[in-house]
């Protein structure tokens, strides 16, 4: 693209313009009413990069205006790769991510990087799970992309020991553990005979 004005900075219309990109003819294209005049060119196996003074515009002599031309440098910018991640399925508390969770695809070849990293067990919720994306090629830019996961809750394992005693006048109370994922201990059980929290004395049988 080119623009041309006259000597008082006015747009220059209906006047050709003669194009050179990267030192080889590409067209006659003429201004319109702004002064500008545009011609495509094809960038087909150019790599991402500003090349300078690789467009070269020239105005020949006319009655009217003299001889101009003007140089200009040419930017390819990088391009940006579409990231797909579908939000993975529901997992429950305890279960580490992995590639089932973890499994993001691109348009270009390239690495990826998540965070959290496989094997990170994440808690109870509605967690955020992201991804860097870096191009193998350098026509691509670096992208990011998020997707939500929810991680439901788990179901604790409970043991109960009521036991078999005989009468003896005295409180016999039941025993029994809380576990969590890894048989981590969530803390004391609070035990009820029949309805009652205290521990049973008489003969009987107990729920």
């Known amino acids: 693209m080119g623009r041309l004005v006259d000597g008082l900075s006015q747009p220059a219309a209906g006047e050709q313009v003669h194009f050179t990109f990267r030192n080889v003819f590409v067209g006659t294209a003429v201004t319109d009413a702004t002064g500008t005049a545009r011609i495509p060119v094809s960038i087909a196996g150019l790599s991402a ?47 580490a991510l992995s590639s089932q969770q973890l499994n993001a695809s691109a348009s270009t070849g390239g690495s990826f990087v998540y965070s959290p990293a496989a094997g990170t067990v994440l808690p109870a919720g509605t967690q955020t799970l992201g991804v860097t994306f870096t191009p193998f090629s350098s026509n691509y830019s670096s992208t990011t992309a998020s997707v939500t996961l929810t991680v439901l809750q788990a179901t604790p394992t409970i043991t109960v020991n009521g036991g078999s005693f005989t009468y003896d006048g005295n409180a016999h109370a039941a025993t ?27 003969a009987g049988s107990y729920a």
């Open 176 to 202: 029994g553990t809380v576990t969590g994922i890894g048989g981590v201990n969530l803390g004391p059980l609070t035990f009820t005979y029949d309805g009652s929290p205290n521990a049973p004395v008489n």
């Open 49 to 95: 990069a500003t090349y300078v003074n690789a467009v070269q515009a020239a105005h020949p002599a006319t009655a009217y205006l003299q001889y101009s031309n003007a140089n200009s440098d040419f930017v390819i910018d990088r391009a940006t790769p579409t990231i797909t991640w579908n939000a993975p399925a529901p997992i429950t508390y305890g279960t």
